[in-house]
């Protein structure tokens, strides 16, 4: 079964950057299309945005001009570039594979003066 490792989160002033990483299993990585989630306390899962095997994204209108998504197939690993970020961008940020069932553990994103 695929796994997924996310990774990167921590603490980040509203204006500032950050970059996650999600290492995935498996050997169909570079053909399946992979997406960015985040989740707030109390509220449903949010998608932010997905990838093609060949690196073509598109994006959730919350993100879209402040968050990159790109992979680098020979790592087995997807990435989420952000910037100018907001206090509403804190949660608890997720990779999988979009149209997979298998989710990681997630990786806490706070963004707090």
């Known amino acids: 079964q695929v796994q997924l490792v996310e990774s990167g989160g921590g603490l980040v002033q509203p204006g500032g950057s950050l970059s996650l990483s999600c290492e995935v299993s498996g050997n169909n990585f570079s053909t399946s299309v992979m997406a960015w989630y985040r989740q707030v306390e109390g509220k449903e899962r949010e998608l932010l945005g997905f990838?093609?095997?060949?690196?073509?994204?598109r994006y959730a209108d919350s993100v879209r001009g402040r968050f990159t998504i790109s992979r680098d197939n020979t790592k087995n690993t997807l990435f989420l570039q952000m910037s100018s970020l907001k206090p509403e961008d804190t949660a608890v940020y997720y990779c999988k594979n979009l149209y997979g069932s298998s989710w990681g553990q997630g990786t806490q994103v706070t963004v707090s003066s």
């Open positions: 990838i093609s095997g060949t690196g073509s994204p």
